[in-house]
């Protein structure tokens, strides 16, 4: 596609529940990107695919928060036992290596 | 870790007037930098590169100036526009992996 595309835009979930949350990069960027953005705050790093590898996964908080991306292309943000703390916006970005192009992101509510 | 961050969280011009917004950086062996603009609601957008071997870049209305020695980045926008009010991110990167700092908020008085 012309951009990086993120669904949902939005999501509310209770405490508790299992989250993903999609990003599908621009054709043919190897790299992709997650970041999670609270209120008045840079996007913090979650973790970086080149290809279908997690080359840096240090980001992530903890093991309740998987993503993977089998086939190199789409990409799966996953949060398991949702927690309040978890409230944020998850943004994506791809690459060809060098500048990132950002998604509007996935706004996340937790209840 | 590395860290980047930012002198000023908010900086508030006139219409017309320049803007400099400023940002640290801790990793010596970061090798490229950028500057992000987001408005609300969407996510960043690219303004202006600039590699480690390198102190000055130009853009359209906008240059980045890079301090290697004081590990320092700057953001000059001229003639700034109340369309260029949005939060400003520096971000860092090494080997592809890219940092943000928390982000200058630039207000625009008409």
């Known amino acids: 596609g012309a951009g990086v595309s993120q669904t949902p835009s939005n999501k509310v979930t209770e405490k508790g529940k299992y989250v993903e949350l999609r990003c599908d990069p621009i054709s043919g960027h190897t790299a992709l990107y997650w970041y999670r953005q609270s209120l008045g705050q840079g996007p913090e790093f979650l973790i970086y695919?080149?290809?279908?590898?997690?080359?840096?996964d240090s980001g992530l908080p903890n093991d309740r928060f998987f993503a993977v991306r089998p086939e190199g292309s789409v990409s799966t943000l996953k949060i398991q036992r949702t927690e309040r703390g978890d409230s944020a916006v998850y943004l994506c970005?791809?690459?060809?290596?060098?500048?990132?192009?950002f998604g509007a992101g996935s706004r996340l509510t937790v209840l | 870790g590395e860290s980047v961050g930012l002198h000023l969280p908010t900086l508030s011009v006139q219409e017309g007037d320049n803007s400099i917004i400023n940002c640290a950086y801790s990793n010596s062996a970061s090798d490229y930098f950028i500057w992000y603009k987001q408005e609300s609601g969407k996510g960043p957008q690219f303004i202006i590169d600039?590699?480690?071997?390198?102190d000055k870049r130009q853009g359209q209305r906008v240059t980045v100036l890079l301090n290697k020695t004081v590990k320092h980045l700057s953001l000059q926008i001229a003639a700034t526009q109340p369309g260029d009010s949005a939060v400003y991110f520096c971000?860092?990167?090494?080997?592809?992996?890219?940092?943000f700092g928390a982000g200058t908020r630039l207000t625009v008085k008409p």
């Open positions: 600039i590699r480690s071997n390198m």
């Open positions: 695919f080149q290809g279908t590898g997690a080359a840096d």
């Open positions: 971000a860092s990167s090494n080997n592809n992996d890219m940092r």
């Open positions: 970005a791809s690459s060809l290596g060098g500048v990132l192009t």
